[in-house]
């Protein structure tokens, strides 16, 4: 057992390196972010630096050759992935392209539009979207019910999604809707990908618990009113689109990762830190406990990530372990933020009129939107049981009938 | 990055796994259990002719000489039949003390013996039913003779060897007593889990030999219950790991209102919690495994991770394991019982999970910083 890279691993991280010092800034501490004042300014500085490691060749190391990739392996992603996390700079706007809508047109797309849309999208040059849940269909996602008829060779979209990341300042989507709902529900889907800019498309920031909307890759509303998409945009065949929709899913799994914010480092340097009357709060039984328990869950976590490297890194395909990390850094991260209040007492509450909302509060506000985004912490134990422990699925009330004829009152 | 056992120690716990499950699995605890014996004899005869008694005792002792990752996949096993042997008392405190501090004289006198299988050892803690600390000891030496009580040691009745910490006029010595000595009398003592035996040991002048340097007693013991704490926390695991296997195959057997219990997310989500659980202690107990083979000065920390961590889902899969099974796994012939009492012999035996607690924090308070992965 050991934690050092392999030869070969050694020598990507220093070429990784390397290029990143030449071209980026070391942050100040592991905690500082990339800030820009206006959304308009942190896209010009996230384009610029797509734009740069495009040239490199950093911008899609997973992608296939032919696509300009380097096929690099989920270890290298790894690899570079820690290596850019070190450097002060833009992040959260290409994953989605990358990482879901680029592979899924090389799967399903002509050769005409993957020449036409993947250099772009990988040089940031264009921005992609996901446009999969509706306001009726979170975690059945299947059960969405934005329409599509066929009108010559169009097709017309009426309806509405949802917390589509990024919508404001995308230029296109991909986009999963019903064109039939007389037959079952997984059946009658179709997937396109839509020009964000069509007439009849309207994007509304989400206003988040957090007060913030449109912020950064903050969440939106997409409606659609008789926007028409060429069939030619369409991705796989009439009625595969759950089909394309979980090879995007797939991908997407790919990409999530554990909860970021207040964690039982700062959890501890606030426990550690004096008040006016000498005393620290890691002298208090209470809080002992507690910072032991999340020791136990954080230390937990880090080294089931390693685990799953150590797999990578041996060329093994990883166990199931990985699939617990959202699941418990979402709540840790929930309860370090309402510990982080609490310590405040009464002044807790308050927002600082200059730093404006603390980490912490920031954690507690933020919490319950990622205990949600990516699957909830219920769907997730229900993945746990059915795919990791292989418990039977839950019985299903809509199997089997017309998606027009599934209940949706009591 | 090689947070992994070598394709060696996972055919060695392979081997160890299908050894347990072709002697038997968990009849021998029940076997144990029922009759009332102290340990099983005839599968703890097996384990030393296979040799594990000896894996960390050096070549020269006629030992295997391999490290403590071997230990920790024997243990995991270990931990998931339940096996009724004095693996842990004899190999994790015993043999490593003697490794440790023994002196020439006492290793090639008793480190061959416990290849073969001629000497069996247990430790000494506790003295009564508050938790032992370097200043309430009350067993003292004088002279090279020990006179008090001990209790709650494990495995006496087939021990022939103890080490025990005691109060001597430097401190505190960790010292070696022959249980067979006329002086020593050994008592049997009741407990929650029949599967394992503990007993009373009391000393009269009874001749012992010093480990080590006298005064560091409390040290070396405190390093001892460090290392044994990584290898309880793999028998945790693979306790947790077959509880939650058990619940699971019961849950798709067991039909209620014309569909199997595992279909029901109230079922589903609690399995799901016990795999989570497993999951965190399975990676701290990596995290201890590094710690404990590579000597690391993180072992302290480590080791009280791993342990607090595989307390708990033990703990949890266990008492869950017996809620799945509804009223059968209430029932003495259900297995779940097994399980419940283990998990709570091991939560207690190198001193309670909020004992524990306590030295995980103790620990962070003395690092600066903790590299977030």
Request: net charge negative; hydrophobic share 40%.
């Amino acid at each position: 057992m050991d934690f050092n890279d392999t030869p070969e691993q050694a020598k990507f991280r220093a070429k990784c390196r390397e290029w990143l010092e030449v071209n980026a800034e070391l942050k100040e501490n592991k905690n500082s972010g990339h800030t820009d004042s206006t959304l308009e300014d942190h896209l010009k500085v996230a384009k610029a630096w797509q734009q740069k490691k495009y040239e490199a060749g950093w911008a899609m190391l997973h992608w296939p050759k032919e696509y300009g990739g380097i096929e690099a392996s989920p270890i290298e992603r790894i690899i570079w992935g820690q290596e850019e996390a070190k450097f002060n700079v833009p992040g959260g706007i290409f994953e989605i392209g990358l990482g879901m809508c680029g592979p899924v047109m090389m799967q399903y797309a002509t050769e005409e539009q993957k020449d036409r849309y993947l250099a772009p999208m990988a040089e940031g040059k264009e921005i992609w979207c996901q446009l999969f849940s509706e306001p009726a269909a979170g975690s059945d996602v299947a059960g969405l019910r934005s329409k599509a008829e066929r009108d010559g060779d169009d097709w017309i979209i009426n309806g509405q999604k949802v917390w589509t990341s990024g919508a404001h300042y995308s230029d296109f989507g991909i986009l999963v809707v019903r064109h039939d709902p007389n037959v079952a529900k997984h059946k009658g889907l179709t997937f396109f990908f839509v020009d964000m800019k069509s007439p009849g498309i309207t994007v509304k920031p989400i206003k988040q618990i957090t007060g913030q909307a449109g912020t950064g890759a903050g969440f939106n509303e997409v409606y659609f009113d008789n926007v028409r998409i060429p069939d030619s945009q369409r991705l796989g065949e009439i009625g595969d689109g759950w089909k394309v929709a979980i090879t995007t899913l797939m991908n997407e799994r790919l990409a999530v990762g554990d909860a970021r914010g207040s964690d039982i480092e700062e959890a501890l340097i606030l426990s550690k830190t004096k008040d006016d009357a000498g005393e620290a709060m890691i002298k208090n039984d209470s809080v002992r406990e507690k910072l032991a328990d999340w020791f136990c869950e954080a230390n937990g976590l880090k080294y089931t990530k390693f685990r799953t490297i150590s797999a990578l890194s041996k060329g093994e395909a990883p166990g199931p372990e990985a699939s617990i990390t959202k699941i418990v850094s979402a709540n840790k991260l929930q309860e370090i933020g309402n510990f982080g209040i609490d310590s405040g007492d009464m002044a807790g509450m308050l927002i600082d009129e200059n730093d404006g909302v603390s980490s912490f509060q920031g954690a507690w506000l933020g919490a319950p939107g990622l205990r949600i985004a990516g699957g909830t912490d219920e769907i997730l134990r229900n993945v746990i049981a059915e795919r990791v422990l292989g418990l039977p699925q839950d019985p299903r009330a809509d199997k089997g009938i017309a998606f027009k004829d599934i209940p949706t009152k009591a | 990055m090689n947070l992994d056992f070598s394709d060696d120690q996972k055919f060695l716990q392979d081997e160890a796994k299908k050894f347990f499950d072709k002697e038997g699995g968990l009849t021998n605890a029940r076997a144990v259990m029922d009759n009332a014996l102290d340990s099983d004899n005839e599968l703890w005869q097996k384990i030393v002719e296979l040799g594990w008694t000896g894996i960390r005792i050096p070549e020269e002792y006629e030992g295997l000489g391999l490290g403590h990752l071997e230990l920790c996949v024997i243990a995991e096993e270990l931990g998931r039949s339940l096996a009724p042997v004095p693996f842990s008392s004899s190999v994790y405190f015993f043999t490593e003390a003697l490794i440790k501090f023994g002196n020439e004289e006492i290793k090639s006198d008793l480190l061959p013996k416990l290849v073969s299988g001629e000497v069996v050892g247990t430790y000494g803690i506790a003295e009564d039913t508050h938790q032992a600390t370097e200043s309430n000891l009350s067993v003292a030496v004088t002279s090279e003779k020990i006179n008090g009580v001990k209790i709650a040691v494990p495995d006496a009745g087939v021990a022939s060897q103890m080490i025990l910490v005691v109060k001597s006029k430097s401190g505190t010595d960790l010292r070696l007593v022959d249980l067979n000595d006329v002086s020593v009398t050994i008592t049997p003592q009741k407990n929650l889990d029949t599967s394992r035996a503990f007993f009373k040991v009391e000393f009269k002048d009874t001749p012992s030999k010093l480990l080590g340097e006298s005064g560091k007693g409390w040290t070396y013991i405190q390093h001892l219950l460090d290392q044994a704490a990584v290898l309880f926390a793999f028998e945790q695991v693979g306790g947790s790991q077959a509880a939650l296997d058990m619940a699971k195959a019961y849950s798709m057997e067991r039909f209620a209102f014309g569909r199997q219990i595992g279909s029901y997310q109230a079922i589903k989500h609690k399995l799901a919690d016990m795999y989570i659980a497993v999951t965190l202690a399975k990676s701290n107990c990596y995290y201890g495994a590094w710690a404990l083979s590579s000597e690391s000065a993180e072992l302290p920390l480590a080791a009280a991770t791993a342990r607090v961590s595989a307390t708990k889902a033990f703990q949890l899969c266990s008492k869950e394991n017996i809620q799945t099974h509804g009223g059968n796994g209430f029932t003495w012939e259900y297995d779940c019982h097994l399980f419940y009492k283990r998990s709570k012999i091991l939560s207690v035996l190198l001193g309670s999970e909020a004992t524990w607690k306590e030295k995980l924090v103790t620990n962070l308070e003395k690092t600066n910083t903790l590299a977030k992965g």
